[in-house]
């Protein structure tokens, strides 16, 4: 994918998950790496914690000019899969489309794995792991961070990590740092 070329994607997951937050995340990382262009913007209504919600993000080579909804994403980033069962998480999906899904699944478990690229990380037992809980609730969107280099080459790994060790101090940083890492590392692709 040319450097100036536009990435859009859409983020799905519950409120709580941290879904805005990854998509702060990845446009502040990107920036780091270069792009000119970044967005990064919530879709609200009436969510609560637990809700299906979505986020979005733009990444390009060049500023960004456009100041609506993501319609036909070039990427879906799916922090709880269960969700998918509620929401079309594939609705304008482009054809050479990629999907990314929390999950303990394998890519082509998913019958849409035939149609679209998919990747898979199990971004839940990773954040258990690293203790990214709140309330006792796992917190999937830096695990999931941490895959998005593997599907996207416009964004790096160690761009990710800094972005998380300036938003974060200490403990905090260093556990989402390690969850990302583990993220990148047991990503599994079906391209």
Known sequence: MSSKTLVEICFHGRGGQGAVTAANLLVAAALEDGNRGVQAFPFFGAERRGAPVRAFARISGEEIHLRSEIY???????????IMGLVDVL??????????INSTKKPVDFDFSKKFKVATVDATSIAIKHGILVGGIPVVNTPILGAVPRVLDRVSLSSIQRVIKNKWLGDLADKNVKATQD?????EVNF
């Open 91 to 100: 609705r304008g999906l482009k054809k050479e489309g990629i999907v990314l």
């Open 72 to 82: 036909y994403p070039d990427i879906v980033i799916v922090l709880d899969e269960s």
């Open 183 to 187: 993220a990148y590392e047991l990503t």
